[in-house]
C-alpha cells in the first residue's frame, strides 16, 4: 500500500511566523504535491514537484515556498503566516502519467493549521 | 482555464434511496477521478475515467463518463449509512498534464 505521512496533524501558529509542513512518501513516486482545502472550494493546487529540486506552481502559490531535496521528501514553507493561511493542508504523491489513468493521487492525512 | 463544478454540493438522504452527483468540467480533459473522504480522513480514490461512455462500478456505487457533454456522474444505489461522506471529483488537464483540478465536493450524509 502507498503511505503518504505528514509531520502533524494539528498546528498552531502566530502571525509571522516561519512555518515548515513536511510529507513523505514510500512508494518511490516521481509527483508530489501540497493542496489546500477550504470549505466550499474543494482542494486548491499551492505547488507540486515532478522531480527532486524541481517545482511548478499550482493555482494558489502567493505565500508559500517548496523544497524537494529528496525524492520522497516534499516540504511546504509558510515564509510568514499570516491569518489567511489557516487551513487544512494535504500533501499528495503520484507516478506520472505514463499510461492514460496511471496518475492516480495517494493522499496524506492532512495537516490542520491554525495562524493566530 | 480548467474548471470543476459539482451539484449538489450537500446531500442528506435516506438509507435505500438512490440518487446522483454532478461533476461538470469546462475544457477537454482525458481522464476523470472519483475520490472519498471520510470526516477527518484523508481522500481515497474510487474510480478512474478514461474515455468516453466509461462506467466503473464497485458495491453500491457507479461512476459514468460522458466526454462530449463534459458530465461525470456518481450513482448511489439503496444507500447505506456507511457511505456517508464527502464525494470528490477531479479532472486531468491536459495543458498541465501532471495536475488534477478538483471539484468543491458533495457532502452526502445518509440517515437511518
Known amino acids: 500500500d502507498v503511505k503518504v505521512t505528514q509531520s502533524s496533524r494539528y498546528l498552531v501558529k502566530r502571525t509571522g511566523e516561519k512555518v515548515f509542513l513536511e510529507c513523505v512518501q514510500d512508494?518511490?513516486?516521481?509527483?508530489m504535491f501540497w493542496y489546500r482545502q477550504d470549505p466550499g472550494l474543494g482542494l486548491r493546487l499551492i505547488y507540486f514537484?515532478?522531480?527532486?529540486?524541481?517545482?511548478e506552481k499550482g493555482d494558489i502559490p502567493e505565500g508559500y515556498s517548496v523544497s524537494r531535496e529528496k525524492k520522497e521528501r516534499f516540504s511546504l514553507i509558510l515564509e510568514s503566516a499570516s491569518t489567511n493561511q489557516t487551513s487544512m493542508y494535504l500533501c499528495?504523491?503520484?507516478?506520472?502519467?505514463?499510461?492514460?489513468?496511471?496518475?492516480?493521487?495517494?493522499f496524506g492525512p492532512g495537516t490542520r493549521l491554525t495562524v493566530l | 482555464e480548467l474548471k470543476v463544478e459539482q451539484n449538489p454540493l450537500f446531500l442528506s438522504m435516506q438509507e435505500g434511496k438512490n440518487y446522483t452527483i454532478y461533476c461538470n468540467y469546462s475544457?477537454?480533459?482525458?481522464?476523470l477521478y472519483w475520490y472519498r473522504q471520510d470526516p477527518g480522513k484523508s481522500l481515497e480514490s474510487l474510480f478512474v475515467?478514461?474515455?468516453?461512455?466509461a462506467v466503473k462500478q464497485e458495491g453500491r456505487l457507479m461512476a459514468s463518463l460522458d466526454t462530449k457533454a463534459r458530465l461525470s456522474t456518481l450513482h448511489i444505489t439503496a444507500a447505506v449509512h456507511d457511505l456517508s461522506a464527502t464525494y470528490f471529483c477531479?479532472?486531468?488537464?491536459?495543458?498541465?498534464?501532471?495536475?488534477?483540478?478538483f471539484g468543491q465536493g458533495t457532502r452526502l450524509t445518509i440517515n437511518p
Open positions: 499528495a504523491s503520484s507516478l506520472p502519467p505514463r499510461a492514460l489513468g496511471t496518475d492516480t493521487q495517494y
Open positions: 512508494m518511490d513516486h516521481e509527483n
Open positions: 514537484s515532478y522531480d527532486v529540486k524541481m517545482k
Open positions: 475544457t477537454t480533459s482525458d481522464r
Open positions: 475515467l478514461l474515455s468516453n461512455g
Open positions: 477531479a479532472v486531468g488537464s491536459i495543458q498541465g498534464a501532471q495536475k488534477l483540478v
